[in-house]
């Protein structure tokens, strides 16, 4: 039995999807699994130097470890968590959780290094803290890192990060096989071609509908490509979002000034993506408003460098300034050019090693105004230059959404230049990095 076309297309849609999102469960989970148990092993050594001076004050009362050698009573009172019933309740510390099982996994050691009390197996991978008393070494406390996660709460938190990654792949999966049906059937007949015979006006209609038909089956494959680029996008920080709030619902993080700031920090990223999103769709349809006048492009540039100067210097990127003495005079809206050199300087600082080099030239040019943001390593290869305006396009994995950008930048930098009758190109720069040339119509209205 022949399979058609629609099926076929069908299959290799959803088992394509099938793979992405089994691959992608399986990755999550390793992934998070491997991070939960680095925390784990984090919290363990806060638990330990947090009794390390219990012990320094009992060998000072003592003398020497005699008494905790062979004593569980004594060990206990040493290692047990710290009790703050003493402490009123608005001076109360914060507890360091034990959900970690580093009570079993503590050392104690002598001056020498041998076991005094505790776990046994003390291996190279131990971390250890030495005891000081009055400027001398008496003992060692180590903590033999875990190598698995084993402990009730932890192993609730990954079977429920497990559960929902099985749940997001199931709904992908479904969704998929959803949209491969509705593709498979309804879109593969409003592309079909029409065979051209003739050159008369019945030919030249033929030729236009497949025209129309390629372009509306080319803006129908960008439509799936942008919807798949903004569903993973918004994925990222919403799943980094997820396993926050379900760590500290568990009690396994703590609801401290760290864990608040990284909850922002996800959310300005979403918040950033969704901005962007909307600039652009602004742009496409016409509604994104310029107010122009006449303005000097040097000062503009020297506004929008004086607010990233103490930022490039953190990194220690070296930036030189080449302006004419002269203005350059252009006919531009001051808002848009700010946000363009912004996104220009944010692109540079994100991507740019540190200890590397930013160089802006801006020089008359003909008929136009010439801008030119010169930086240093990584570079970006040749083949990739043409796409770097592409909406979510990345062509190097050194500059990639790792550093934290979601691949719109450029593409609001191009619709803003284009809206001012100007240029925007990309090629390799002489510094090892990126060369971005922009050119703007010199007091053109």
């Known amino acids: 039995m022949k399979t058609s076309i629609s099926t076929r297309l069908f299959l290799a849609v959803l088992s394509t999807a099938l793979f992405v999102a089994l691959a992608m469960g399986v990755a999550d989970s390793w992934s998070f699994a491997r991070g939960f148990l680095g925390y784990l092993n984090e919290l363990a050594v806060a638990r330990m130097e947090s009794v390390e ?67 046994a197996e003390v291996g190279a991978d131990a971390v250890r803290q030495p005891l000081q008393l009055d400027g001398r070494t008496v003992g060692w406390l180590a903590i033999t890192p875990s190598q698995s996660v084993t402990e009730v709460g932890g192993q609730r938190l990954l079977r429920n990060q497990l559960q929902a990654s099985l749940s997001i ?8 096989a959803l949209i491969a049906w509705w593709v498979a059937r309804r879109l593969l007949a409003p592309v079909r071609r029409v065979a051209v015979d003739s050159r008369d006006e019945v030919g030249q209609l033929a030729r236009d509908f497949n025209r129309l038909a390629h372009i509306l089956e080319r803006n129908e494959q960008m439509r799936r490509a942008f919807m798949a680029d903004v569903s993973h996008e918004l994925r990222t920080p919403l799943s980094v979002l997820r396993g926050e709030l379900e760590a500290l619902e568990d009690g396994v993080r703590r609801l401290d000034g760290e864990s608040l700031h990284s909850l922002q920090t996800e959310v300005a990223m979403l918040g950033q993506l969704v901005n962007d999103l909307y600039e652009l769709s602004l742009a496409d349809s016409g509604a994104l408003t310029y107010r122009k006048s006449a303005l000097d492009v040097a000062e503009q540039l020297r506004i929008a460098v004086a607010m990233f100067r103490e930022r490039l210097a953190e990194r220690r990127i070296d930036l030189e300034l080449q302006l004419p003495e002269r203005p350059l005079p252009v006919f531009a809206d001051a808002g848009r050019l700010q946000q363009l050199f912004g996104n220009l300087l944010e692109n540079s600082l994100r991507y740019t090693h540190a200890g ?21 390593a990584p570079g970006v290869d040749e083949r ?14 050194s500059r990639s959404r790792t550093s934290g950008g979601a691949g719109l930048g450029l593409a609001i930098c191009l619709s803003i230049v284009e809206a001012h009758g100007g240029s925007l190109s990309a090629r390799p720069s002489p510094l090892g990095g990126l060369w971005l040339n922009i050119a703007l119509p010199r007091g053109a209205h």
């Open 384 to 397: 990739h230059l043409p796409r770097l305006f592409e909406r979510f396009y990345r062509g190097e994995a």
């Open 169 to 176: 792949g199931a709904l992908a999966v479904l969704l998929a």
């Open 356 to 376: 590397g080099r930013l160089r802006i030239v801006a020089q008359e040019a003909a008929e136009a105004v010439s801008i030119d943001f010169l930086d240093s």
């Open 53 to 119: 001076p219990r012990f320094v004050e009992h060998y000072r009362q003592q003398g020497d470890w005699v008494s905790v050698r062979g004593n569980p009573e004594t060990w206990f009172e040493l290692t047990r968590p710290d009790d703050d019933s003493e402490w009123p309740p608005e001076a109360r510390p914060m507890p360091v959780s034990d959900l970690t099982g580093a009570v079993f996994r503590i050392s104690l050691l002598d001056e020498r290094g041998r076991l005094v009390m505790g776990f």
